[in-house]
């Protein structure tokens, strides 16, 4: 797909923008890409999200600058080329994007690969805890499974099934317990959604991760785990070529949370004044629900026992086992709970 001068306007940003307005601009445009000018208009570099989230690994905050993160050797062309060329171009480079500037350096155009050739078919198992009782969500769920409970329209856990099959995930297990009837009889084997479904059925409860171990004959495959009350714009398969990459047993999706004080904070040794900060930020990373695992590691989980996925983490990172996050600054609401995050 090639996108016009005009088109790409929305993306052209200065080298001087904070990481909150990069984010802002991304979200809204969804391409997943900004193409940094200069004031002169000509072409500094570009940042994609992986950019943004290796400074987000670094430390950095909303209001940092993005200059340290920009590409400033971009893959790009001087003239107008086919879709077919430009395509074969960004296969052989593993590039999504593809900048053409014209002979003073200032971007005219954009090519993007075709959603074809960039969603690949993902054989992994997509697991999704389906099983809890939504007490937060009360009293709608009284007679109603969380899952089920709708948003915009759908319940929320058939979003999240629609969105990983628009990254390639076809085949689902749905953990469940409470109403679970209900639940299997709305999605039964997928059919209706072009995917195939399974469910793990538990005799009683075993928090977010006790019923993987259901699955702990599965011989080395990396599966992504989500809650279902989770919704983002997040690319799972995104997700699961980064904890494939960085050699990962255990990934965690972690979304950015920031706190300012109120006040402003005095710094003391004893009754010795050291420093001052008005208002300071606190910056924390938040668990988003969402988790890539092998299956090799699920020989850790006891059976029929339960267990939450944070508890799991901890179990993995005293066993020395390859513990990461993935941070995220895409769209999440948690439509578990009244109050949701954006």
């Known amino acids: 797909m090639i996108f016009s001068k005009q088109e ?18 991304m979200n809204k445009t969804g391409l997943k890409i900004l193409i940094i000018v200069k004031k002169n208009s000509k072409i500094l570099g570009t940042l994609v999200d992986g950019d943004i989230r290796r400074g987000l690994i670094k430390g950095l905050n909303l209001e940092s600058k993005i200059l340290s993160i920009i590409n400033t050797k971009p893959k790009v062309i001087k003239k107008q080329i086919s879709t077919v060329e430009a395509n074969e171009i960004m296969r052989l480079n593993y590039l999504n994007h593809l900048p053409i500037i014209d002979s003073k350096n200032r971007p005219v155009a954009l090519h993007t690969i075709d959603d074809s050739l960039k969603t690949l078919k993902r054989s992994n198992k997509f697991i999704i805890m389906a099983g809890g009782r939504g007490k937060r969500l009360l009293p ?48 039964l084997d997928g059919k209706r959604l072009n995917v195939k479904i399974n469910y793990l059925e538990e005799s009683k409860p075993l928090g977010t991760a006790g019923s993987l171990h259901l699955l702990r004959k599965i011989k080395n495959q990396n599966i992504i785990v989500s809650n279902c009350d989770v919704i983002t714009d997040l690319d799972y398969g995104d997700l699961l070529d980064y904890h494939v990459l ?48 092998n299956s090799r590691i699920l020989k850790f989980l006891k059976p029929n026992t339960k267990i939450d996925m944070t508890e799991f983490f901890l179990k993995l990172k005293k066993k020395k086992r390859n513990v990461i996050i993935y941070p995220i600054y895409e769209n999440w609401t948690d439509v578990g709970q009244r109050k949701t995050k954006k």
Do not use: C, W
């Open 140 to 187: 709608y769920t009284i007679k109603t499974p969380k899952p089920l409970v709708k948003v915009f329209g759908k319940p929320m856990l058939e979003h999240i099934i629609l969105k990983a099959r628009n990254n390639g995930f076809i085949n689902f297990s749905l953990s469940v317990n409470y109403l679970k009837s209900k639940i299997k009889k709305y999605f």
């Open 246 to 293: 960085n050699k990962s047993d255990a990934t965690m999706v972690v979304r950015r949370f920031e706190k300012k004080n109120q006040f402003g904070v005095i710094r003391a040794s004893g009754k010795n004044f050291l420093s001052y900060e008005e208002k300071p930020l606190t910056l924390e990373n938040i668990n988003a629900g969402i988790y890539v695992l």
């Open 8 to 25: 790409i306007s929305k993306i052209l940003i200065k080298q001087d923008s904070t990481l909150r307005h990069a984010i802002s601009i």
